[in-house]
């Protein structure tokens, strides 16, 4: 047996390896529950990682921490519809600032932001393989190309009538 001044290398370093197992546990465990967490609420609302640090044992800023190094975890509330304007370059030169514009005047909110009442967040995301309907928005899994202003109405009307019902 290993003993430095009256401390035993062997049974110390056997617990360490306890420890970081127990630790890398907790941590697949963290992110599996995070992901939970987002499809329940929608985002991660801070009263129930507060009561996922003290569950798990691990640090509320390290909760923190992991779930802001993946951007797919939000920590505000999210809209019914996630409205996402199109800015690649095919829909950029056919008309995708208009759109957005459009939109944040509507709706009254900036890209990132959602609505008060939830009915929608707005972002932009890059080409999404739709080029040919360029420009195009998608609204939660759906795509709607080859927007007219007299279409980005259309969709407005779709998104606010469907304000309740979950359709769009
Ligand atoms: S650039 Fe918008 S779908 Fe490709």
Redesign the pocket.
Known sequence: MDVVEGLDVEREIGRVGEILSEYEKKRGVLITTLHRIQEEHGYLPPEVLQNLSRKLGLPLAEIYSVASFYHQFHFTPRGRKIVRV?M?????VRG?PKVLERLQEHFKIDVGETTPDLTMTLETVG?????G????VTINEEVVGELTPKKVDDVIEAIERSNGDGKA
């Not at 080409?127 to 080029?131: W, Y």
């Not at 309907?133 to 195009?136: I, M, S």
């Open positions: 199109c690649g370059t095919a829909c950029h995708a080409c999404v393989g739709c080029c309907l360029a420009p195009v």
